[in-house]
Antibody
Framework: QVQLVQSGAEVKEPGASVKLSCKAS????????MHWVRQAPGQGLEWMGW????????DCAQKFQGWVTMTRDTSITTVYMEVSRLQYDDTAVYYC???????????????WGQGTTVTVSS | QSALAQPASVSGSPGQSITISCTGT?????????VSWYQQHPGKAPKLMIY???NRPSGVSNRFSGSKSGNTASLTISGLQAEDEADYYC??????????FGGGTKLTVL
């Protein structure tokens, strides 16, 4: 079945970087873009950006430009997101979510990972 | 990009219908038929319930329906059940281009 499995929880100090992973299975990895979405404790969802696993092309929300890097490794069907210069308000659950297919739900996020909790604490 | 506006909470009794609104601008909700709705139970990942304003993915109950008028989209849940109690988020594609979510609505089934 289609599945996204994310890496485990992380605790980082302010100013550090964190690299999160999201392993896809059950579908053609290069056929679907991948979004990243985060959710601060008790807060709503916030779209961060996407990566095209086929070309490696990326785009992200303006507020994350310059300190969020998205990459992929097609050999192991995994996408990554690195967040640098972590601040306390980056404490959140980070989700990867597959963009829908071009024939069906292209502007929706149809499959989600289980989330990775990142805690920024000194 | 400002978050889409949703009511913080709604409630209803089992069997009733409720509607959750999602208000944006002509640069997002009003400009595209690309509004999605997600259900999130506590401690769980969001689940896609509606895409492209009014389409249900396979496996989603037909008690869930979506619509849009101008800059406001709506999610209606009919025949409320206890399992529907969750947070609901709308999302829209935008002209930036980017995606934007609503602030979320907590649904309580009384």
């Amino acid at each position: 079945q289609v599945q996204l499995v994310q890496s485990g929880a992380e605790v980082k100090e302010p100013g550090a970087s964190v690299k999160l992973s999201c392993k896809a299975s059950g579908y053609t990895f290069t056929g679907y873009y991948m979004h990243w979405v985060r959710q601060a404790p008790g807060q709503g969802l916030e779209w961060m950006g996407w990566i095209n696993p086929n070309s490696g092309g990326t785009d992200c929300a303006q507020k994350f430009q310059g300190w969020v890097t998205m990459t992929r490794d097609t050999s192991i069907t995994t996408v990554y997101m690195e967040v640098s210069r972590l601040q306390y308000d980056d404490t959140a659950v980070y989700y990867c979510a597959r963009r829908g297919s071009s024939q069906l739900n292209y502007y929706a996020m149809d499959v989600w990972g289980q989330g990775t909790t990142v805690t920024v604490s000194s | 990009q400002s978050a889409l506006a949703q009511p913080a909470s709604v409630s209803g009794s089992p069997g009733q219908s409720i509607t959750i609104s999602c208000t944006g601008t002509s640069s997002d909700v009003g400009g595209y038929n690309y509004v999605s709705w997600y259900q999130q139970h506590p401690g769980k990942a969001p689940k896609l319930m509606i895409y492209d304003v009014s389409n249900r993915p396979s496996g989603v109950s037909n008690r869930f329906s979506g619509s849009k008028s101008g800059n406001t989209a709506s999610l209606t849940i009919s025949g409320l059940q206890a399992e529907d109690e969750a947070d609901y988020y709308c999302s829209s594609y935008t002209s930036t281009p980017s995606w934007v979510f609503g602030g979320g609505t907590k649904l309580t089934v009384l």
